[in-house]
Every structure is written in structure tokens, then in C-alpha cells.
């Protein structure tokens, strides 16, 4: 029990590691699906992925060396069904009842079915499987392990350092299926994948400051990308050209949602788009206006406010300390217009670019009956 125990707090800390890759394209799928990130589905996903994880470790944990590996010569395959009955009786010897209940062979076995019970869970409550497929899915699941072991981790090993058993696959498969029967009480309880899916597509109606926030990333990271393969062929092409990055991000944030419906690349991957505050498609020049007027709010006047300062500070106009103090007392009313702004997305207001140009984020994430 207790290197069972380690090996599940070594599951934990990977856990982490393999959430930070699956988190943002998760995130984007329910986004272009539902329109929003519903915190239940969250939970019953995360603890799937953290329980087939945890199973996956129990099955290729502990690891032992190459050298350790060459070394074994002991059979690779037991393929004679309910073997593991010989094995109890082999360990309890002569002793008397309890040492057929208090046996190793048999918390082996039951070990191997209580292993595959929150799969067929997780299949029949979240993804609403039939027990065929469930049945199918569960051995499916118990022959991936066993093959896992038979060809020693996928051909690192000079040879399998584990023991293909039958017995463990009939066990990993009726686990399955008892998890599925033993899901049944609660499914008067826990809400179902449909009223989930609807408390997201209702959620999914207004863009939330998390959406928001997700396309932004996406398109400052898309944007940036782009910049830099432009730098990189004009000079595979010895060509100059001024303003690159500029020109780069006037043809990404004005020109691209102009042509594409109101869409940047961010905006597709999260179901939303920019739209007249009418909500339907805005005019060439309001994507303009909205384009100028974010550039001049987050660089153009920060950037004549400090080439002020500079020259106030150059002429002695100002005094350095007053310079210093006035140069963070912008930064920080800077500051707080971002945690301002933030707050008027969360609330859904409209911030003063979209005032200025008319237009608004809407979500085009759409529920199909």
C-alpha cells in the first residue's frame, strides 16, 4: 500500500505539467463550443485526466533499470484464465480462513478490479456511454496496460519487465462495467451532460472577461509571430522595410477583422467576433477607428506623455524629482485604467474605443438543436 501511495504522490506532481499543456487547448474548445468554461465540467474533466493518469502510473511504476530489465528471466505471458485462483491457494498454504481473506494474491486481484471502476464511471455519467461501449472500452483500456507491460514500455526496455495477464484484463474489464452499474443511484443526483451544456450555452451568450482576455493572448501571440517571420524574410530577401511591425499589426488588427467578419485569429478559436453595436457586421471604418483608437490609448499618448516629460526634464522646465514623480504618477493611473477596463469587460460595459468607434465583442458561439 505504500508504494502504492508514492507512486499516486508522483502522479500528483506531474499533474501540473501535463495540465499546462492540455488547459489552453481545452479551454478553447469549450469556448468555440459552448462559449464558455462551465467550472462542474472543469472539475469532472481535470479529475478524469488526473485518474487515468494516476491508473497509468500504478501500471508502468516502478521503473527499473536497462541493465535491471536484461537481467529478468522470469515468463512474460500468463495467459491461462482465473490463474490468480492457484495463486490464492498457493499463498494461503495450509493456514485457515484468514489466510485465504488476508492474502496478497487476492488483494492483487481486486486490486486490479477496483482500478477501472471510476472509468466506467467517469464513461457512463459524463460521457453518457452505453454498457456495450463501455464494456468495449474498458478492455480496450485494460489491453493498452497489459501491452504497455508486455512490450517493456514501448520497446525501451530490452524486454517486458512486467507480466501480461489474462486474469488482469478480465479483472480491469469488470471493473469497468461494475463502475458503470454502480454509477446508476446518482444520476437522479448530479446534474447531466445536457443541463451542463446548457448552463454553458447560456453562459456562452455574453463574452466573458475571461474570453476576452484568451483572445487577446491568442492574437498579441499570433501577431507577434507573424512580425517576426516578416523580419526574417525581408531579410532573407535583403529588403527594408520601415514601420515593419507596424504595418504588421495594422494588417493584423484592422485589416484582418475587416476582411474576415470581424474576426482575428483569437477571435475565431474563442466563438467571437467584432460587430456594430446593432450586432451585426460593423463597416470598414469602424474597424479603423477601433484600431487607432486602442493604439493611441495603449502606446500613442503613454508615448508623447513621456516625450514630454523628457523634454520638460532636458530644458529644466521640471525639476528631476518632478519628472520622476509625474512619470509615476502616469504609470500608475495607467495601471489602474487597465484594472478600470478589466472590471468594465467583467461587467460588460463598453470601454472607450468601442464607444468611440461603435462597435462591441459578441459571441457567434451558436447552440445546435
Given at each position: 500500500?505504500?508504494?502504492?501511495?508514492?507512486?499516486?504522490?508522483?502522479?500528483?506532481?506531474?499533474?501540473?505539467?501535463?495540465?499546462?499543456?492540455?488547459?489552453?487547448?481545452?479551454?478553447?474548445?469549450?469556448?468555440?463550443?459552448?462559449?464558455?468554461?462551465?467550472?462542474?465540467?472543469?472539475?469532472?474533466?481535470?479529475?478524469?485526466?488526473?485518474?487515468?493518469?494516476c491508473a497509468y502510473f500504478l501500471v508502468i511504476l516502478p521503473l527499473p533499470?536497462?541493465?535491471?530489465?536484461?537481467?529478468?528471466?522470469?515468463?512474460?505471458?500468463?495467459?491461462?484464465?482465473?490463474?490468480?485462483?492457484?495463486?490464492?491457494?498457493?499463498?494461503?498454504?495450509?493456514?485457515?480462513?484468514?489466510?485465504?481473506?488476508?492474502?496478497?494474491?487476492?488483494?492483487?486481484?481486486?486490486?486490479?478490479?477496483?482500478?477501472?471502476?471510476?472509468?466506467?464511471?467517469?464513461?457512463?455519467?459524463?460521457?453518457?456511454?452505453?454498457?456495450?461501449?463501455?464494456?468495449?472500452?474498458?478492455?480496450l483500456l485494460s489491453l493498452?496496460?497489459?501491452?504497455?507491460?508486455?512490450?517493456?514500455?514501448?520497446?525501451?526496455?530490452?524486454?517486458?519487465?512486467?507480466?501480461?495477464?489474462?486474469?488482469?484484463?478480465m479483472a480491469n474489464t469488470l471493473g469497468g462495467i461494475l463502475g458503470y452499474y454502480l454509477t446508476g443511484p446518482f444520476l437522479k443526483v448530479l446534474p447531466n451532460r445536457q443541463q451542463m451544456d446548457a448552463v454553458s450555452f447560456r453562459r456562452g451568450r455574453e463574452v466573458s472577461l475571461a474570453r476576452r482576455l484568451t483572445a487577446i493572448v491568442i492574437d498579441i501571440t499570433a501577431a507577434v509571430l507573424l512580425g517576426g517571420a516578416a523580419a526574417v524574410l525581408c531579410r532573407i530577401c535583403s529588403v527594408t522595410i520601415p514601420y515593419l511591425s507596424w504595418i504588421v499589426c495594422f494588417g493584423y488588427f484592422v485589416l484582418l477583422p475587416?476582411?474576415?467578419?470581424?474576426?482575428?485569429f483569437g477571435k475565431r478559436l474563442t466563438g467571437t467576433k467584432?460587430?456594430?453595436?446593432?450586432?451585426?457586421?460593423?463597416?470598414?471604418y469602424q474597424y479603423v477607428i477601433r484600431g487607432v483608437s486602442i493604439f493611441l490609448g495603449l502606446y500613442g499618448i503613454p508615448r508623447l506623455v513621456y516625450e514630454f516629460l523628457e523634454f520638460c526634464a532636458r530644458y529644466h522646465v521640471i525639476t528631476e524629482y518632478g519628472t520622476l514623480f509625474l512619470s509615476g504618477l502616469f504609470a500608475a493611473g495607467y495601471c489602474f485604467y487597465f484594472v478600470f477596463a478589466a472590471v468594465m469587460m467583467a461587467l460588460h460595459k463598453p470601454l472607450f474605443y468601442e464607444k468611440i468607434s461603435r462597435t462591441q465583442v459578441i459571441s457567434t458561439v451558436r447552440r445546435r438543436l
Open positions: 500500500m505504500e508504494l502504492y501511495a508514492d507512486i499516486i504522490k508522483e502522479a500528483l506532481l506531474f499533474f501540473p505539467v501535463l495540465a499546462f499543456f492540455v488547459t489552453i487547448p481545452y479551454i478553447i474548445h469549450n469556448y468555440r463550443k459552448f462559449g464558455s468554461v462551465l467550472s462542474l465540467r472543469i472539475l469532472i474533466v481535470y479529475s478524469f485526466v488526473l485518474y487515468l493518469l533499470s536497462r541493465q535491471e530489465a536484461a537481467l529478468l528471466t522470469g515468463p512474460r505471458l500468463q495467459l491461462i484464465p482465473f490463474h490468480f485462483a492457484a495463486d490464492i491457494i498457493k499463498e494461503a498454504g495450509s493456514g485457515g480462513i484468514l489466510s485465504y481473506i488476508n492474502n496478497p494474491a487476492l488483494f492483487q486481484m481486486l486490486f486490479n478490479v477496483a482500478m477501472t471502476i471510476p472509468f466506467g464511471m467517469y464513461l457512463r455519467y459524463y460521457f453518457q456511454w452505453s454498457r456495450k461501449k463501455t464494456l468495449a472500452a474498458s478492455f493498452f496496460f497489459e501491452l504497455t507491460q508486455l512490450s517493456g514500455l514501448y520497446f525501451y526496455y530490452p524486454r517486458s519487465y512486467r507480466l501480461f495477464d489474462v486474469d488482469d484484463l475587416a476582411f474576415y467578419g470581424g474576426q482575428t467584432i460587430a456594430a453595436v446593432s450586432r451585426q457586421n460593423a463597416v470598414w
